[in-house]
């Protein structure tokens, strides 16, 4: 049964909880719809798909999104109470810290089952659909990152500028310009028609170019080559192996990761376990790094929340890529930074613990 001082904490939780992971999400989907609005308006996207296609980003990013807004809502709702001495109180009716983690155990466990489905069920899902969405629209052989008539566009850091003037009834391109200068001696292609392709299984991007002429050379000079072509292919720079690999397995039913012997695959399991096993660590972190009185200099335990907050995230996704390249050895895993993280702040914290200090007081004596 749980006391009145139980639901008291876990009344305050719930709420500091809402707003947060309220605010979270329409941060996080005002900034999605900004991008997706700019794919509307370069035509790679539909305007009717638009609600579908931010809902499914929302679905796939909530379970990264919950960890954070407990935590943080676990330490504001602490300091509140702190604050106005309630701590105190609780404290002078025997409702100590061992109380305070069962409450807030008691809170982190049915939120890491909802984080645990968001990670193992929703987010595959939503990253599958997202595939289909995107593959559907690369396949429109209209657009190089959302190509339209009349924009240049680049690619590779600017060293690849395309342009094209018009796009016919066909879907094909008109009045092609390409400048590449990746090489030594720039080119420049210059076709009256252009087709654009992508492998999505690769990556690999070709425009198929049509009665055109090419030149390789610097501007400036005389040294020039010259050629006319009736199709030429013209390669683009693939995507990234790796990032393609993890766009893949992203998609994955959790079920296909479960025993493999594949060390992406059991990266992107350990991936998406984190988010679940990460709410346990950050109620076990947050009770030490809140100062219980008001009396007390909370600076340091605030900067060290602060250090530790940033810690864990940044060690996360390098941790899951020291595991994916063999850095670390298999039987470590992945999760091993939040016991490493949940370690070091209670060391730092150890001189101010009371139970060493009631240590010291009877050696001392």
């Known amino acids: 049964m749980l006391s009145v001082a139980d639901r008291y904490l876990l009344s305050e939780t719930t709420k500091v909880f809402s707003a947060i ?25 539909s305007s009717n798909a638009v609600l579908r296609y931010l809902g499914l980003q929302i679905l796939r990013d909530t379970a990264s999104l919950l960890p954070p807004a407990f935590f943080i809502a676990v330490l504001v709702t602490l300091g509140r109470l702190a604050r106005d001495s309630e701590l105190i109180a609780f404290g002078a009716c025997g409702f100590g810290p061992i109380r305070l983690y069962r409450a807030l155990l008691i809170f982190a466990l049915p939120l890491s089952v ?78 009256e028609l252009g087709l654009y392709q992508r492998d999505a299984s690769t990556g690999e991007q070709v425009i198929m170019l049509e009665q055109g002429r090419r030149y390789d050379g610097r501007p400036g000079t005389a040294d020039y080559d010259l050629a006319e072509f009736d199709r030429y292919m013209y390669y683009l720079e693939p995507e990234a192996e790796l990032e393609v690999e993890r766009r893949r397995r992203a998609a994955l039913p959790t079920r296909e990761l479960i025993g493999s012997d594949s060390l992406l695959d059991r990266a992107e399991l350990g991936h998406r376990l984190s988010a679940p096993i990460a ?15 008001p009396r007390q200099r909370g600076t340091g335990r605030l900067l060290l929340a602060l250090l530790a907050y940033f810690a864990f995230f940044n060690l996360q996704r390098l941790a899951e890529n020291w595991f994916e390249t063999g850095v670390t050895p298999t039987w470590m895993g992945m999760l091993w930074y939040q016991a490493a993280i949940l370690l070091l702040v209670y060391l730092s914290l150890m001189p101010e613990s009371f139970w060493l200090r009631q240590i010291r007081h009877r050696l001392g004596s």
């Open 114 to 191: 909802i984080t645990g489905w968001f990670a193992l069920i929703g987010q595959p899902y939503a990253s599958l659909q997202l595939q289909i969405i995107e593959d559907a629209r690369t396949e429109r052989s209209t657009q190089v990152a959302g190509l339209r008539a009349g924009r240049f566009y680049q690619q590779d850091d600017g060293n690849i500028t395309f342009y094209a003037a018009g796009i016919d009834d066909k879907n094909r391109f008109q009045g092609v310009f390409i400048q590449d200068r990746r090489a030594e001696k720039p080119r420049l292609v210059l076709s």
């Open 21 to 45: 992971i309220l605010i979270l999400l329409m941060i996080m989907a005002s900034l999605l719809m900004l991008r997706t609005l700019e794919d509307v308006n370069l035509g790679a996207l």
């Open 279 to 293: 709410i346990f660590v950050l109620a076990l972190l947050a009770i030490p790094l809140t100062t219980l009185s």
